[in-house]
């Protein structure tokens, strides 16, 4: 994935071979040590590197020498470069679930002599020999990545398991060897062979658990990903040809039957069906599909068949954008994770000094066993840091936020708008095509009494009239009675009056459609239930056409945006939550009033320009409030940019899209508290995580030092720590994947 700023070339590069946030911290500085490369920003989650190059002072190959000489590296092909990182944490998933079965079936013998069978001829020897290749040959892993990161004065949780498991390894060694060097001082020589392989086993499963967990995260642009048809029907002279989905190029004719997914973008030529477009807006109803309607690539054909021209092709398509933001924005950081990887860069060598400390302490004041009991504490202390569930704690939680609002047609762009929009407390709606359906329609038609007999003929009339007109409201006329299926007569004149209405002849009648102005001004007779009725619909803010044939109105027509069915319970919701809610528009104040009065709105401003939305926005700001924005046209982007969220409806304009944080792919305003309420469940999962890592730590490494053995002689079990140390990090995951079950 690339774009540039000027000189500057951004990228989005797999990583392989990162086991915990440290080794995020390690890739990154790296990076950024490096000439030419501005900025570097790894997501241990996503196992991938965001840097901003110069390349005429590097290129993506120098970055993997360098990342490469710390133990690590980077996929820079980049043909399929997701594909070719899955596959290889696929195999390397595997290679793992292998190499931990064997260490656990050589452990658990290890296991029984050294808990129940410790005086047994030679257990000793035993356990050094089936622990050695527990350690040295499924567990070489984190042995030689510690080699490498200390040879670049760095540290990870590999050197934390190398320091703990080779210590406790040579210690029991020296002990089976020289068993009469402590019988001699009177003490007896522990051996803790079984500690070590324990500890490399529970660390494996750690691992095993946390890949299947951290695959399990980024299932929704699999899922996106797998939208995506391998094939496609394009008609070469007459005849449907299959090809590969890749060949198909802008103006290709292409055949959809029932049940095959759409390959690309386009529009429709020839047949209608219904097609299921909810994995891409999250509605679950079927949307008809007819000539000149668009298709979306993803989306599925359920009945009829039909053909279509492609518009938008490969990483053109809809689909294509939606995993492209998708990516950036599971690969982003939130604002919170910058501290979290200064911690973890520290957390290493501060966890390596408290171990050496506690040791010094043990053997200065332990008393009997004192070395015996140092080196345990130090072991245990070196067992029990975890820096993983650390680094996990907020870009998991982004993952799974960021993926489940893009199963639910909510795209977010970036980790930080996802953060802050829990803050969220006042609103801005726009009225046009946010809080209503953008579109004219008519709401009401009635008719004169006389006139019923004869209202296919004079609808048919209407209808030739309208599409001669250049009006936009005549188009809500010409779709109003094409849905009732007129047919358009034969039109002698056609005269258009500026600012009234049109005038024309049938034959040798006049018929006129116009304002309700007009018809007052050329005296047109009205039967009182036209007037009352007209009446009624200009006080709800509809605007009146009237139909009239010689000097007497046949027919009152009105016609409105109307609001969408949602928006009254998304206004509703929004309260709900504590949120105050604000409409703008540049309509006039009694269609605002109208507007704002049937979704329940109390403060709205009818008249405004795009700058006065922007002033609005900025004066909510100055009172304190963390201002959302929510928009669909470009007189709304010079507000959604001054808002702290910017919220772009779907359908709406491509510069209201580029200028939101988020963006709803279908038109519902109901969505906008779906995705301020992902934003809280995802912010509150961070925390949660972020408490609990902190909270391991803080109370798990006091414990392995020992600081109640003074108290109550307890002290904490290097094997019984493996094993903590391997749930922190599950567990951390595990309460982030409870969003992708939550229904919001």
């Known amino acids: 994935m690339e774009t540039s700023t000027k000189a500057l070339v951004s990228k989005t590069i797999p990583v392989t071979g990162m086991s915990c946030a440290a ?3 390690s890739v990154e500085s790296m990076l950024a040590a490096q000439d030419g490369i501005k900025e570097a920003g790894v997501n241990f989650a996503t196992q991938s590197v965001k840097v901003l190059f110069d390349p005429s002072k590097t290129n993506t190959t120098a970055m993997q020498q360098v990342v490469r000489s710390i133990g690590y590296d980077l996929i820079i092909d980049e043909e399929n470069a997701p594909e070719k990182q899955e596959a290889l944490q696929a195999t390397a998933y595997q290679q793992l679930q292998r190499k931990t079965i064997a260490a656990a079936l050589l452990t658990l013998p290890v296991v029984a002599i050294g808990m129940f069978f410790m005086e047994m001829p030679y257990g000793n020897y035993i356990m050094w020999a089936l622990s050695t290749p527990v350690l040295f040959l499924f567990g070489r892993s984190f042995f030689i990545n510690a080699v490498k990161q200390a040879r670049k004065r760095k540290a990870n949780m590999d050197t934390l398991v190398a320091l703990s498991t080779g210590i406790a390894y040579l210690f029991s060694v020296f002990n ?16 803790y062979f079984e500690a070590a392989a324990v500890v ?3 660390i494996m499963v750690g691992k095993l658990l946390e890949q299947r967990a951290k695959g399990n995260t980024s299932s929704a642009i699999r899922k996106l990903i797998g939208l995506q048809p391998r094939t496609v029907h394009v008609i070469k002279n007459g005849v449907p040809v299959e090809l590969p989905a890749t060949q198909v190029q802008p103006g290709d004719l292409i055949l959809v039957r029932a049940g095959e997914k759409i390959p690309v973008d386009g529009i429709v030529e020839e047949g209608e069906s219904y097609v299921d477009e909810s994995m891409i807006s999250g509605e679950p109803v079927a949307v008809r599909k007819a000539k000149d309607t668009s298709v979306l690539a993803g989306t599925i054909n359920q009945q009829g068949s039909f053909r279509f021209r492609a518009e938008k092709v490969g990483s053109e398509t809809m689909l294509a954008g939606i995993i492209r933001m998708v990516q950036e924005a599971q690969g982003s950081k939130a604002p919170v994770q910058k501290l979290v990887d200064k911690i973890a860069g520290i957390f290493v060598p501060v966890v390596i000094l408290i171990a050496v400390t506690a040791f010094v302490i043990w053997v200065i004041a332990g008393g009997d066993n004192a070395v ?18 650390l680094g996990l704690a907020t870009p998991t939680a982004i993952m799974v936020g960021v993926g489940k609002g893009a199963e639910q047609g909510i795209l977010i762009r970036d980790a930080e708008s996802l953060e802050l929009a829990h803050k969220v407390n006042a609103i801005v709606l726009d009225k046009t095509g946010t809080i209503t359906a953008g579109k004219p329609v008519v709401t009401d038609i009635l008719w004169k009494a006389s006139a019923l007999p004869m209202q296919t003929e004079l609808e048919s009339i209407l209808l030739a009239a309208e599409q001669q007109s250049e009006h936009p409201l005549a188009t809500a006329v010409v779709q109003y009675l094409k849905d009732r299926k007129a047919v358009p007569v034969p039109l002698s004149s056609f005269e258009s009056i500026t600012g009234k209405g049109i005038s024309v002849r049938a034959g040798n ?20 239930a036209l007037k009352e009725a007209a009446g009624k619909w200009a006080a709800a803010a509809k605007t009146i056409i009237c139909f009239a044939q010689d000097t007497e109105v ?22 709900k939550m504590g949120i105050q809610v604000y ?41 304190g409030k963390i201002v959302a924005m929510v928009g669909d046209g470009i007189n709304d982007s010079q507000a959604l940019a001054q808002a702290d969220i910017s919220i772009a409806m779907g359908k709406g304009s491509d510069i209201a899209i580029d200028t939101a944080g988020m963006s709803l792919i279908s038109a519902d305003l109901q969505q906008i508290p779906k995705a301020l309420a992902l934003s809280r469940s995802t912010v509150r999962a961070i925390r949660q995580n972020l408490f609990w890592a902190f909270i391991y ?35 951390v995951i595990g309460n982030s994947l409870r969003l992708k079950w939550k229904k919001f």
């Open 23 to 25: 080794c995020a911290v």
């Open 176 to 191: 089976t060897l020289n068993p009469g060097f402590w019988h001699s001082r009177g003490l007896h020589p522990h051996v």
């Open 200 to 202: 490399i086993v529970f």
């Open 372 to 389: 015996t009991h140092g080196l345990l504490a130090m072991v245990t202390v070196l067992v029990i840091a975890c820096p993983c569930a």
């Open 509 to 528: 009648i006049q018929y006129k459609a116009g304002s309700y102005k007009m018809a007052q001004e050329d005296g047109l007779q009205m039967e009182p």
């Open 554 to 575: 046949l027919a009152v027509i009105a016609i409105a945006d109307e609001v969408k069915p949602g928006s009254a319970n998304a206004v509703h919701a929004l309260k």
């Open 583 to 623: 409409m703008f528009t540049g309509d006039n104040q009694q269609t605002a009033a109208a507007v704002a009065a049937q979704v329940g709105i109390k403060d709205f401003r009818g008249e405004a320009l795009p700058a006065d939305k922007a002033d609005f926005v900025k004066k909510l700001q100055d009172q």
């Open 697 to 731: 730590n803080l109370i798990g490494i006091p414990l392995a030092a020992g600081i109640l053995y003074p108290v109550n002689g307890f002290l904490l079990d290097p094997m019984i720590a493996g094993g903590a140390m391997a749930l922190s990090s599950v567990s």
